[in-house]
């Protein structure tokens, strides 16, 4: 089995908090992380195709072609957005960097044509990631 990896990044504001939540509640859960008027992050995003190489081109997938379906099925709807808002596939979630990758898991699981979706990996921070394999 081999692994390949494309690498993406996006920039969003999100604000995290549960809307059943009190103002106070939300601040003692949340933190600074749930700020009325919300933050950014620079987003890093690694998605993981595995698969058998094909002898009639030496490819698992083309990283050209699942550069362009990341892009058209994640990058374009989440980037320079608010998670909150404007993204469709988060549409009452908390945004979290788990709530995102496993909605970012559910955008590309249709959509490889060879190999299978692996792994879903995303970094709000240099330190903090969030890695997401589908369901067990
Ligand atoms: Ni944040």
Not at 108 to 128: A, F, M, Q, R, V
Request: aromatic fraction near 10%; hydrophobic fraction near 30%; charge should be negative.
């Amino acid at each position: 089995m081999i692994f390949v990896t494309r690498r993406e990044i996006f920039s969003s504001s999100h604000r995290i908090y549960n809307p059943n939540f009190s103002e106070n509640e939300n601040e003692r859960i949340f933190g600074k992380c749930s700020n009325p008027n919300g933050h950014g992050h620079n987003y890093t995003l690694e998605v993981t195709v595995a698969g058998e190489v094909d002898p009639k081109t030496g490819y698992v997938i083309d990283l050209k072609l699942l550069k362009e379906i990341i892009i058209e099925n994640v990058i374009q709807k989440v980037d320079h957005k608010n998670l909150n808002l404007d993204v469709d596939f988060l549409k009452g979630k908390i945004p979290t960097s788990e709530n995102i990758c496993v909605g970012i898991w559910n955008q590309l699981i249709d959509k490889i044509p060879s190999g299978k979706l692996y792994s879903i990996k995303l970094y709000e921070t240099e330190n903090n990631y969030v890695e997401y394999k589908g369901k067990e």
